[in-house]
C-alpha cells in the first residue's frame, strides 16, 4: 500500500486530506479517457454533481469507482456516492382473482356441413348443439391487478400451492387494457416435499397501469390442481427523468441487423432508435449476449419511427437493464429492413455523487480507466464539511458528441486462428527436428562406411 508521505504536495482542506497525484499514479488527471469541465455553485463547499452519460458511457466500472474530480492543480477532491431512491426496490402484495372458464364451453353434438348449390364447399356450416350436461366451472390462470404501482418489476413471487414432483410452467404476461397481453417471462417450477414456489424473474420489465395475468401448464395431466392465492411483486420505482447520449452504428453488412460493442461497464436502460435513409417506420428486436458462443438474449422491442413521420417524437425501448458485451439491433424480417444504419440515442438511469470544492478551480470530472481503486468516502464525512447543511449542485458541462460504436471483433476466432498457427508452426518445429536427425544419421552411417 501506497504511503500518504510518499504523495507530493499534501494539504489540509477543511479538515479532509487532498493529495497532489504524482504522475503516472492512480489518480493522475491524464490516465483516464473522459474529461468533463465542472462549473460550481458558488455559496457552499459541498457540490451535488449529476453524471452526464457521457462520463457514465465511458465508464469502466459498474459501481463507478473510476471517477474522478480533479481540481486545476490535478489533485483529486474527496468524493462521496449518493444514495438513489430510485435504486431502492420496494415490494408490493397483490391479491391473485381467479379467471374461470367453462372445461366444455366448445362441446356439440350432431355436427352436419352443409354446401352450396354447385356442391362446393364454399359455405361451411355447423349445426348442432351445446352439451346439456352442466359447466363445470376452471381456473383458467389468475389476475393481478397492478395498475397503482409503475417501474421495473424485478421478480414476482407466488403463495401457490404446486403439485409435487411435476415440472410445471409459470407464464407471466402484461396488459392495459384486458384484451392484448404482452410476454414478460416464464419459469418452470419444480416443487419437492416442503420447498415452496421459487421467484418468477421478470428481467425489469417495465410497468404503467398494467395489469398482470399468469397461466400454466404442464407436460402431462396434472395430479393436483394449481393454487394461486396471492402474489408479491418486487418493484425498481420508474426512475427520474434519464440522461443519454447519441451513439452512431457501425455500417451495415446486413440489411436486417446491425451489431456493435459495448465498451462501458454501465448498461443503459433505454434505446431510441431513429431511422436514416430511405426508411420511415420499422419495427425492431434489441438482443444482447456476451460471448459468440452463446444465444442471443431478446432485452426489448419496439418501433422505430422517424422524427416528423408520427404526431409524437421517437419513443425510447425500455431494456432489461443488464449490461451485454454486444448487442443487436434487429429489422422485423417482414420490413425490408434498413436502408442506411438508423441513429440511435442511450439512456442511463441518473446517478450522482458529493464532492468537496477544495482546490483550486477550474475543476474537472473524469471517467474511464479500467481497474481503478475505490476512492468513495462516506457520505456523511464530505456533509460535515457542509455549512448549515447546505448542499448546491454543480453542473458537468461538455461537447455534445457522438459516441461512435465500434463493430463486433470475433476474439473467439482470433484465439482460434493463434491457437491454429501455433500448431502449425510446433508441427513444422518437429518435422524439421525430425528431418535434421535422419540427416546426421545418414551423414554419419557414410562416415562409418567410408573408414577402412
Do not use: C
Not at 80 to 100: C, E, H, N, Q, T
Amino acid at each position: 500500500m501506497r504511503s500518504v508521505l510518499r504523495r507530493a504536495g499534501l494539504a489540509l482542506a477543511t479538515g479532509v486530506l487532498i493529495a497532489a497525484a504524482p504522475a503516472g499514479s492512480d489518480d493522475d488527471p491524464r490516465a483516464y479517457a473522459r474529461h468533463v469541465p465542472i462549473v460550481i455553485a458558488p455559496g457552499s463547499t459541498v457540490q451535488r454533481l449529476a453524471m452526464p452519460a457521457a462520463v457514465l458511457a465511458a465508464s469502466r466500472t459498474a459501481n463507478l469507482s473510476d471517477v474522478r474530480v480533479f481540481d486545476a492543480t490535478g489533485r483529486p477532491m474527496p468524493i462521496a456516492r449518493i444514495a438513489s431512491a430510485a435504486g431502492l426496490a420496494k415490494r408490493y402484495d397483490v391479491p391473485a382473482l381467479p379467471m374461470l372458464g367453462a372445461a366444455d364451453a366448445l362441446t356439440v353434438t350432431g355436427v352436419s356441413l352443409r354446401l352450396d348449390g354447385a356442391g362446393t364447399a364454399r359455405v361451411a356450416q355447423i349445426d348442432g348443439k351445446l352439451s346439456g350436461r352442466p359447466a363445470e366451472a376452471i381456473t383458467l390462470g389468475v389476475l393481478l391487478d397492478t395498475r397503482a404501482v409503475a417501474g421495473r418489476a424485478d421478480m414476482l413471487m407466488l403463495d401457490a400451492d404446486v403439485p409435487r414432483a411435476q415440472p410445471v410452467t409459470f407464464t407471466v404476461e402484461a396488459s392495459a387494457d384486458l384484451k392484448d397481453w404482452r410476454p414478460l417471462g416464464t419459469a418452470v417450477v419444480y416443487r419437492t416435499a416442503g420447498n415452496a414456489v421459487g421467484p418468477l424473474k421478470l428481467g425489469g420489465a417495465v410497468l404503467d397501469d398494467d395489469y398482470l395475468r399468469i397461466t400454466w401448464r404442464a407436460a402431462s395431466r396434472l395430479l393436483s390442481p394449481v393454487s394461486i392465492r396471492k402474489a408479491a411483486l418486487v418493484m425498481h420505482p420508474a426512475a427520474a427523468t434519464s440522461v443519454s447520449i447519441a451513439a452512431s452504428l457501425p455500417a451495415l453488412t446486413d440489411a436486417h441487423a446491425v451489431e456493435f460493442e459495448w465498451p462501458s461497464a454501465n448498461a443503459f436502460d433505454t434505446i431510441q432508435i431513429v431511422p436514416t435513409g430511405n426508411d420511415m417506420i420499422l419495427p425492431v428486436h434489441v438482443f444482447g449476449r456476451d460471448d459468440r458462443e452463446q444465444p442471443w438474449t431478446p432485452i426489448g422491442s419496439g418501433t422505430a419511427v422517424r422524427a416528423g413521420a408520427g404526431p409524437t417524437p421517437p419513443q425510447g425501448i425500455a431494456l432489461d437493464g443488464r449490461r451485454y458485451r454486444t448487442v443487436r439491433i434487429e429489422a422485423d424480417p417482414r420490413s425490408p429492413g434498413f436502408t442506411a444504419p438508423p441513429a440511435i440515442r442511450l439512456g442511463f438511469s441518473p446517478r450522482a455523487i458529493l464532492f468537496l470544492s477544495a482546490g483550486k478551480p477550474p475543476y474537472r470530472l473524469t471517467s474511464g480507466r479500467a481497474n481503478a481503486p475505490d476512492m468513495y468516502l462516506p457520505a456523511e464525512t464530505i456533509m460535515s464539511q457542509a455549512s448549515g447543511g447546505t448542499v448546491l449542485s454543480a453542473t458537468a458541462i461538455g461537447p455534445q458528441d457522438v459516441l461512435r460504436l465500434a463493430p463486433v471483433s470475433d476474439a473467439t476466432a482470433v484465439r482460434r486462428q493463434i491457437l491454429l498457427w501455433s500448431v502449425l508452426l510446433a508441427a513444422t518445429a518437429l518435422l524439421a527436428a525430425m528431418a535434421w536427425m535422419l540427416w546426421r544419421r545418414s551423414v554419419a552411417a557414410q562416415t562409418g562406411d567410408s573408414n577402412p
